[in-house]
């Protein structure tokens, strides 16, 4: 386990389901660049999934591992809710469902290069598309699917990615089904290969049991 998440001062009171682990050289892009990153901004890095929303701070360090103290870190928080995008899918002219395309995907995406497995060294992604083209791939029945090239990252240096999905496709469906959101609006979760030399590669995320942490 890292620091990442562990502040005193952004303690939750409340329960949430599921906390995404990071790499310790989160949030920089490579192992490589791991020993720019203080302590103190590793501790208000967070990824968490609770029973109706999701949240994450990213904090931000102006003088990399310069300054390790939290007063100097600013923070990047971002709160969604399950019945907003990407959780469901968007609205066209803000009144009509936009299912036209398949339902929205939040996906777990994993660095490799030439049959490798880099995520070691660059950490996996979650990312988030709008729709998932009723499952077309990029080359019409093999390479990576096509929602992939229509995605953003939604966080970055993940080291769980596909447990921690199971664990918010847990809560999301239980919220959704709760609410009353028909199931052709509501996201699904899948995890991608990148990996050329293999065409890529792309496996649904099961959900299971929520266990708090």
Known sequence: MTSHGSSDYMKENGAYVASADFYDFAPCP????????????KKRIFVRAYENKFEMNMACSPFCCFCDDEKCMADTSTLMFYDKPPFRVGMCCFCIP???CGPPVIFSYNPKCCCMDCQDNFGADIKAAPCNCYGLKQCICCCNPCYESCSVPIVKGIKNPDQFLVQLKKATDAYHTNVGIPVDERVVYASVSDNFM?????KGIEGQEMSRP
């Open 30 to 41: 490579c192992v490589c660049f791991g020993c720019f990153v203080p302590e103190a901004q």
């Open 98 to 100: 936009f299912t036209c």
């Open 198 to 202: 293999a065409f890529g590669a792309e």
